[in-house]
């Protein structure tokens, strides 16, 4: 069955252009059990964006009726610099080849770094969770550009420009490139154990990923920033397991005001989760702070 994409075009009572919505159907308990179109969101999915003074998407992707909802599905195709998402892909490559394992340590050498969590040993768990740059930036020139390039192609993970000389930077500046969309298929096959690799390697990858585990639910995702031509944007990629279902999930957002960026950190996720929380696929009571350590 071909993927249901409820497109602006074919729902006239939306009240803006661009903006995809949904409604939810709910269980005895008020939690969610389906996603409906409804027009009366699209306002709503725009104030979560307002409130943090952002601009950007939101695209997920509900399985179990094979469809995709979110928030300016216009964006949805547009190509961005994957920043710290790529430690997913760049785990899952080095696992694979043997570059680490699952109790790998990044030993630290004394030098300055620009975040003090990140200047001590960090195993391969927590250097993912503090969002060590140094680290996966060793950890790619230990992969090499060759055997980058090559698993990444195998991996159908697109879009980077990968060379000798940027093999350590390209996913944070430079050419390469991913849309919402593509982070979306990408983590739906990891989630899956569809990759062309090893359950081994899927099944660790995905237990380094948890952010959050819950009564209710459980979040695995990665946050991302980077800038370009002087300008923030930022990601969450991941999903959330909630009674019995998986939506996945990739928001990216902009600052609307480039000067004032000290909620955009924690906003990043954030977005995700009040959307997961309007949608009634989350409690409504939820914590809204930030793991420690998804700031980049």
Same mark, same amino acid.
């Given at each position: 069955?071909?993927?249901?994409?409820?497109?602006?075009?074919?729902?006239?009572?939306?009240?803006?252009?661009?903006?995809?919505?949904?409604?939810?159907?709910?269980?005895?308990?008020?939690?969610?059990?389906?996603?409906?179109?409804?027009?009366?969101?699209?306002?709503?999915?725009?104030?979560?964006?307002?409130?943090?003074?952002?601009?950007?998407?939101?695209?997920?992707?509900?399985?179990?009726?094979?469809?995709?909802?979110?928030?300016?599905?216009?964006?949805?195709?547009?190509?961005?610099?994957?920043?710290?998402?790529?430690?997913?892909?760049?785990?899952?490559?080095?696992?694979?080849?043997?570059?680490?394992?699952?109790?790998?340590?990044?030993?630290?050498?004394?030098?300055?770094?620009?975040?003090?969590?990140?200047?001590?040993?960090?195993?391969? @768990?927590?250097?993912?969770?503090?969002?060590?740059?140094?680290?996966?930036?060793?950890?790619?020139?230990?992969?090499?550009?060759?055997?980058?390039?090559?698993?990444?192609?195998?991996?159908?993970?697109?879009?980077?420009?990968?060379?000798?000389?940027?093999?350590?930077?390209?996913?944070?500046?430079?050419?390469?490139?991913?849309?919402? @969309?593509?982070?979306?298929?990408?983590?739906?096959?990891?989630?899956?154990?569809?990759?062309?690799?090893?359950?081994?390697?899927?099944?660790?990858?995905?237990?380094?990923?948890?952010?959050?585990?819950?009564?209710?639910?459980?979040?695995?995702?990665?946050?991302?920033?980077?800038? @370009?031509?002087?300008?923030?944007?930022?990601?969450?990629?991941?999903?959330?397991?909630?009674?019995?279902?998986?939506?996945?999930?990739?928001?990216?957002?902009?600052?609307?005001?480039?000067?004032?960026?000290?909620?955009?950190?924690?906003?990043?996720?954030?977005?995700?989760?009040?959307?997961? @929380?309007?949608?009634?696929?989350?409690?409504?009571?939820?914590?809204?702070?930030?793991?420690?350590?998804?700031?980049?």
């Amino acid at each position: 069955m071909k993927t249901k994409i409820i497109l602006i075009s074919f729902l006239a009572c939306f009240l803006t252009g661009n903006h995809l919505v949904a409604q939810q159907a709910t269980d005895h308990q008020g939690m969610a059990t389906s996603i409906k179109p409804d027009a009366d969101s699209a306002s709503v999915l725009k104030s979560i964006f307002d409130k943090y003074d952002l601009a950007g998407t939101i695209i997920l992707f509900e399985p179990a009726n094979d469809r995709y909802f979110g928030y300016n599905q216009a964006l949805w195709d547009s190509g961005y610099l994957p920043a710290s998402t790529f430690k997913i892909p760049n785990t899952l490559i080095g696992l694979e080849t043997g570059v680490i394992d699952t109790n790998h340590i990044f030993r630290w050498k004394g030098e300055k770094r620009r975040l003090p969590q990140w200047e001590q040993d960090l195993p391969l @768990r927590e250097a993912f969770r503090v969002s060590c740059v140094p680290c996966f930036q060793e950890l790619a020139r230990k992969t090499g550009p060759e055997r980058m390039k090559s698993y990444l192609e195998k991996l159908g993970y697109p879009g980077m420009d990968v060379r000798p000389g940027n093999i350590d930077l390209f996913w944070l500046e430079g050419t390469s490139r991913i849309t919402p @969309r593509q982070q979306v298929e990408f983590i739906r096959r990891l989630f899956d154990e569809k990759l062309p690799l090893r359950k081994s390697v899927m099944q660790a990858m995905k237990a380094i990923m948890v952010n959050e585990i819950t009564p209710g639910y459980t979040l695995s995702g990665k946050t991302g920033w980077a800038i @370009r031509n002087g300008n923030n944007f930022g990601w969450f990629v991941g999903y959330l397991e909630t009674k019995g279902k998986v939506y996945f999930v990739a928001t990216l957002v902009v600052p609307k005001d480039q000067k004032q960026v000290e909620d955009f950190a924690s906003a990043r996720k954030l977005i995700a989760m009040e959307v997961f @929380r309007q949608f009634g696929l989350i409690p409504g009571n939820s914590k809204e702070t930030q793991s420690p350590g998804l700031k980049k």
